[in-house]
T-cell receptor
Framework: SQTIHQWPATLVQPVGSPLSLECTVEGTSNPNLYWYRQAAGRGLQLLFYSVGIGQISSEVPQNLSASRPQDRQFILSSKKLLLSDSGFYLC???????????FGPGTRLTVT | AQKITQTQPGMFVQEKEAVTLDCTYDTSDQSYGLFWYKQPSSGEMIFLIYQGSYDEQNATEGRYSLNFQKARKSANLVISASQLGDSAMYFCAMREPFGGGYNKLIFGAGTRLAVHP
């Protein structure tokens, strides 16, 4: 069966510091991968998606970036965090096609 | 632009009763998909049920059913025989037309369901 991991689970970072969140998927090959952000009490906002290694599409221009160095690894990064980057970050995967997405446990980021 | 609207910020239901969570959507596309996810306090999003725009029958998954009314552009989630563990946030989402090899979802703002004993 497929599983999706995210780490760290929680993170507190000062403004201006770098960020690296990691997501890995097990039990499937060539998944579509997604990064979402959820502000407190809100729905999810798609940040990035990837259909293959090295292929990244951005939905929202901001100071975040994403990379996919391996088939089942998806990384969310920032060189300098802003207060507005605080939120709950969720990674998801799906098969290629019109299928449901499966989400990881999420990372709660607080920028102070 | 496609949009998902969930007008109920919070709902409560007595244990063992049924509850309906509302979802309306706006799209000009003929091919689309509708999803419901559950988000417990732990934070992870749990996939519950899917309805395709061309599906003639309402989707069902155990105690979950989707009341799909295409002409009214609504896709309400019905939970039968509510359990205490059903207390969570529930999100309705719509898939943009499939293309380009990916599956983009647009989410509503969510409804918080509280099940009372």
């Amino acid at each position: 069966s497929q599983t999706i991991h995210q780490w760290p689970a929680t993170l507190v970072q000062p403004v201006g510091s770098p960020l690296s969140l990691e997501c890995t998927v097990e039990g499937t090959s060539n998944p579509n991968l997604y990064w979402y952000r959820q502000a407190a009490g809100r729905g999810l906002q798609l940040l990035f998606y990837s259909v293959g290694i090295g292929q990244i599409s951005s939905e929202v221009p901001q100071n975040l970036s994403a990379s996919r160095p391996q088939d089942r690894q998806f990384i969310l990064s920032s060189k300098k965090l802003l207060l507005s980057d605080s939120g709950f970050y969720l990674c998801a995967w799906s098969l290629g096609g019109p299928y449901e997405q499966y989400f990881g446990p999420g990372t709660r980021l607080t920028v102070t | 632009a496609q949009k998902i609207t969930q007008t109920q910020p919070g709902m409560f239901v007595q244990e063992k009763e049924a509850v309906t969570l509302d979802c309306t959507y706006d799209t000009s596309d003929q091919s689309y998909g509708l999803f419901w996810y559950k988000q417990p306090s732990s934070g992870e999003m749990i996939f519950l049920i899917y309805q395709g725009s061309y599906d003639e029958q309402n989707a069902t998954e155990g105690r979950y059913s989707l009341n799909f009314q295409k002409a009214r552009k609504s896709a309400n989630l019905v939970i039968s025989a509510s359990q205490l563990g059903d207390s969570a946030m529930y999100f309705c989402a719509m898939r943009e037309p499939f293309g380009g090899g990916y599956n983009k979802l647009i989410f509503g703002a969510g409804t918080r369901l509280a099940v009372h004993p």
